[in-house]
């Protein structure tokens, strides 16, 4: 098993406990790496909150519902990086956009996030101008916001409303945009969502990506896969040199970290593995419609 001596268990609370103090889950070599997807609890508002605050009781309700809301849709959000992490067409893309970022060089390169937004600058090579179109081609391809690093990427959350103006170059081009008239009244049995649904899913097939990334279904689940993923490559490149034992600290870690059961552990990472092969649509249980 791994074990760490004194100097180094102290050394990685330190470097832990300075993470959590710049709010970030790691760095790289141009800072530290910002993920917000990372968090994993609500907010709650504490009596002594509502004192200082002077807050009324329909304030409070209002911003813990907006808390929960944000929270649920933080899940769901985690749940498409775990379903991107576990796809092997995103990862091969993933390793492309890099080679082409690496081709860049070091003075040109945008620094990360790399997001829609990210440009070169005047008088950079013709690599770096590439890098770019290639960088917002994949993000738009993929519904995501930005790259906090290569192995985290932020997807986009709903817009609503929809303020970005046409043409802006935050706003995604790939995704399903509902025109509601101020005037016009939805009811119950529009059938509104199977509509939105259907139209999900055409676009991934046009787009050539699996039809189970359309309103991805089993969130919860690739939630999951995403934690395992994240927390599996972190214990890989950090004791890059141990190999007995190896597994078995790995699932354990992440078994505490997510309080879920060593065979629970045991059975995403066999998904994963599956997926990562190219195997989803073999596994019955990520295709099932969930309620």
């Not at 933080?74 to 067409?89: E, F, M, N, Q, Y």
């Not at 985290?152 to 995704?175: F, I, K, M, N, V």
Request: hydrophobic share 40%.
């Amino acid at each position: 098993m791994i074990w760490l001596d004194e100097p180094h268990a102290k050394a990685e609370s330190a470097y832990t406990r300075h993470c959590d103090t710049m709010n970030c889950v790691g760095f790289q070599s141009n800072g530290p790496i910002v993920y917000h997807l990372m968090g994993r609890k609500s907010l709650k508002i504490t009596e002594a909150d509502i004192a200082t605050m002077g807050w009324t009781v329909s304030q409070v309700q209002e911003l813990e519902k907006l808390c929960e809301d944000a929270f649920e849709a933080t899940r769901r959000l985690r749940g498409v990086a775990g379903w991107l992490l576990s796809d092997r067409g995103y990862l091969q893309e993933v390793v492309r956009l890099r080679d082409q970022y690496i081709q860049v060089p070091v003075v040109s390169r945008t620094s990360f996030p790399l997001g829609r937004t990210s440009s070169a600058p005047n008088g950079d090579p013709e690599n770096a101008s590439q890098f770019i179109t290639a960088l917002r081609e994949f993000l738009d391809r993929w519904g995501l916001m930005f790259l906090s690093s290569w192995g985290l990427p932020t997807p986009q959350g709903p817009l609503l409303p929809d303020y970005l103006p046409a043409g802006a170059p935050a706003r995604p081009t790939h995704g399903i945009y509902v025109y509601i008239p101020m005037h016009y009244r939805l009811k119950g049995d529009d059938g509104i969502q199977a509509k939105i649904e259907e139209y999900q899913k055409q676009a991934a097939v046009k787009l050539g990506i699996d039809p189970s990334f359309a309103g991805l279904a089993h969130f919860q689940t690739y939630e999951q896969m995403f934690r395992v993923v994240h927390l599996e490559r972190s214990i890989r490149r950090r004791f890059e040199n141990s190999r007995r034992g190896l597994v078995a600290a790995i699932e354990a870690a992440v078994a505490a970290d997510c309080h879920l059961s060593i065979e629970r552990v045991k059975r995403l990472r066999k998904l994963i593995a599956k997926c990562q092969r190219g195997g989803r649509a073999r596994i019955k249980a990520l295709h099932v419609k969930s309620s």
